[in-house]
């Protein structure tokens, strides 16, 4: 059975940082494109970053600057480490885990930001 497991999200004032980790089980990790998509109150859910498998990344220009995302296969786990957080920034925020023939999605974890 697949799973991606988010945690790291929390309440956060503005410019603090939050350290987001994905843990995938039940897939071969390294074949697997992964990403961060964020759904926020009323909006359509977001791309935020993606890693390939060659690890190349991509970023949406609101985070650009700000987010960086990484992986490590021997831990099967992506990372989204957030600083200089805005409350723009504030929604839940997706792990997704893509290859060519299939893909999945976790369950979330909520990111705030206020003061």
């Known amino acids: 059975q697949v799973q991606l497991v988010e945690s790291g999200g929390g309440l956060v004032q503005p410019g603090g940082s939050l350290r987001l980790s994905c843990a995938a089980s039940g897939i071969i990790f390294s074949i697997y494109d992964m990403g961060w998509y964020r759904q926020a109150p009323g909006k359509q859910r977001e791309l935020v970053a993606a890693?390939?498998?060659?690890?190349?990344?991509n970023y949406a220009d609101s985070v650009k600057g700000r987010f960086t995302i990484s992986r490590d296969n021997a831990k099967n786990t992506v990372f989204l480490q957030m600083n200089s957080l805005k409350p723009e920034d504030t929604a839940v925020y997706y792990c997704?885990?893509?290859?060519?023939?299939?893909?999945?999605w976790g369950q979330g974890t909520q990111v705030t930001i206020s003061s």
């Open positions: 890693i390939i498998i060659g690890g190349s990344t």
């Open positions: 997704y885990a893509h290859s060519r023939l299939t893909s999945h």
